[in-house]
Nanobody, 128 residues
């Protein structure tokens, strides 16, 4: 079974940057669409950014457009989420997921999420 591991979270000041990484140790991510999701306390999990296998198609939530960038390194079997200009509203547990659905569906259709492979999640806190 595909097992995903996130890294790179932590505490950062407002306006700062972080880069999250999502990797799998036993299986290649090449054949999956990969998404980053986040869940803040008391809120539903939301799709932040999703990328198809070939990187040609990506999706970004409006709240992160222009600040976050998703990318893939096939040689390292890793997907990154570069986060810039962070604000306290970005504070959440961030999860990566893998699926074989389309990119927009992956990020937007919550009923599909039970079919995804999920990482354990990593905390991102934006605070001064």
């Amino acid at each position: 079974q595909l097992q995903l591991v996130e890294s790179g979270g932590g505490l950062v000041q407002p306006g700062g940057s972080l880069r999250l990484s999502c990797t799998a140790s036993k299986y290649t991510l090449d054949y999956y669409a990969i998404g980053w999701f986040r869940q803040a306390p008391g809120k539903e999990r939301e799709g932040v950014s999703c990328v198809r296998r070939s990187e040609e198609i990506t999706y970004y939530a409006d709240s992160v457009k222009g600040r976050f960038t998703i990318s893939r390194d096939f040689g390292k079997n890793t997907v990154y989420l570069e986060m810039n200009s962070l604000t306290p509203e970005d504070t959440a547990v961030y999860y990566c997921a893998a699926s074989q659905t389309g990119v927009r569906a992956m990020c937007l259709v919550s009923s599909l999420r039970e079919t995804f492979y999920w990482g354990q999640g990593i905390q991102v806190t934006v605070s001064s």
